[in-house]
């Protein structure tokens, strides 16, 4: 035969291939990239748009506001808008918890993860579920103030009221970027350019980092606009660019299920080779020191090459620190079985975010942990709304050398559940922000667990009587480094005299939002004198807080890096030059909505102290 024809045959096949990578493409909301030529995408005009509000807030990972309230909380977020377009702090937006990087230089900051790719930068989320799925043509955030914080927008497959669970549920991209340092605090729309998606949805996914805002991003309302049925796209290629023919297709592919990923984890054959080259001649630890550096994905691509790289990516040594958390969206029990035989050694493990709907069963998590958490020291299971009291109790009879556990946000698990921490005596850290723990419960941890370094309880409104607890905790927790006890709504200068006296090691304290603590009883002055090792203090929306109490602060407490008295009548601008003379460290000063504290008084301390970032926030 002609050698014409399997040349023609080659030809055709690289012109299908070159077509079908442009109409795929070609379904994005945007077309930035450098390979692409010249290309018209168009949506042809078979639908009517349907423009709705979103119906309800289904999860999300914090917020500023109180459980029981709905000033500054992700509720906000469902129904029209209550603030846009007005620009300021209103109570009616929603706010999440951080922002700046003032939260990861504290005492209580956690050391990151490695091999956590460039690519995910998310901090918090929230999900939103509106009333009809449809195909997404647009996102419309309003942000009321500091805007610039959203850096991701997804849609899920699953539609939240369908009475049918799918048999799987999958999430895809729509929008992505870095964060970005937006000029200015006033009220936007931000409508991103958004990837067209093959499936029809009425639940979407923020993610935002704060990492860059000079003070908390208030979002007021989200509007999703689509058509019912998949828009028909109109395809016009005059040009074909030969960088379109790459390897980046499995890129594409994260957002369309967990299959690739669990793929990725699985065994496949290798091809034998006489030789490994070069890599023969290198040592075993500079081989692992090289794959370090890579991430979990690329790691489990290279164990597909050959059989000497198989065996350094499957090394247990590779995963003595795991973040899952950044595939979130693609790990389920699959992927769990598959890293078993790798995770025998694992000390650190990031599971935050992953299992929910059903993703990860107790069943599937408990037989990990039964093969993988015998050394485990550190365990991060944030917003792991697949938790139950099983799990708990398999926690602490698989993980004896604990030290670090992190259930925030998990308010699905029930209250009687975390009795089950009290057996985990080595922990030295405890994150229980907005769960049901109870105050029997919590008085056992105390009590067993007398290591503990650092404790947050913020929003844990299920505790009846916090002097109670701070007492305990004064008697039984003397190496307490950092306490969170944002928004406790009970405890008084009893509580806080007993905390003082007993935990004398505090270098953080977070009493934000605590009403029924007065300056009068000379609480706050008690604190001062109690804890002169004290880096970081917290007294948000303490009205009472007066010149006294920031004197004492000046005088006993020289190492404050952070100080937040938002709120407060009290406070003069010649105390708060005491405070800043004395307190060569600090940092941060925030005297937002201080009465006595203007703009003018701002301008001048910034020029006399210009290391110190002294926020000020005002409702326009």
Known sequence: MSPVFPMLTVLSMFYYMCLRRRARTATRGEMNSRRAIESNTRALPINVEIVQ????????????????SM???????????????SSGDFTQTAVFRTYGTWWDRCPSARLPFKRTPSTFCSQDYVELAFEEPVYPTAVHILETYHPGAVVRILACSANPYSQNPPAEVRWEILWSEAPTKVNGPQARQFTPCIKQINFPTNLIRLEVNSSLLDYYTELDAVVLHGVKERPVLSLKTSMIDMNDIDEDEDEEKYGCGMDTLNKQFSIVTLREWPTNGYFDKLPYELIQLILSHLTVPDLCRLAQTCKLLYQHCCDPLQYIHLSLQPYWARINDTSLEYLQSRCTLIQWLNLSWTGNR?????SGFSRFLKVCGSELVRLELSCGHFLNEACLEVITEMCPNLQELNLSSCDKIPPQAFNHIAKVGSLKRLILYR????????????????????????????????????????????????LDLWRCKNITESGIAELASGCQLLEELDLGWCPTLQSSTGCFTNLARKLPNLQKLFLTANRSVCDTDIEELAANCTHLRQLDILGTRMVSPASLRKLLESC?????????????????????LNASFPNVFIKKSFTQ
């Open 53 to 68: 509000y979103a119906k309800e807030v289904l999860d999300f990972s914090s917020h500023y506001g109180s459980e029981n």
């Open 71 to 85: 000033s500054y909380t992700m509720w906000n977020l469902a129904g029209i808008p209550n603030v846009y377009p």
């Open 358 to 362: 059903g993703a990860i069963s107790v």
């Open 435 to 482: 769960t049901k723990v109870e105050q029997t419960a919590l008085l056992s941890i105390l009590n067993f667990c007398s290591e503990l370094q650092h404790l947050s309880l913020g929003s844990c409104v299920m505790i009846e009587d916090y002097d109670l607890i701070a007492s305990m905790m004064g008697a039984k927790c003397k190496k307490l480094r950092s």
């Open 584 to 604: 060569k460290d600090l940092s941060l000063l925030d005297v937002s909505f201080c009465s006595q504290i203007d703009n003018r008084v701002v301008l001048e």
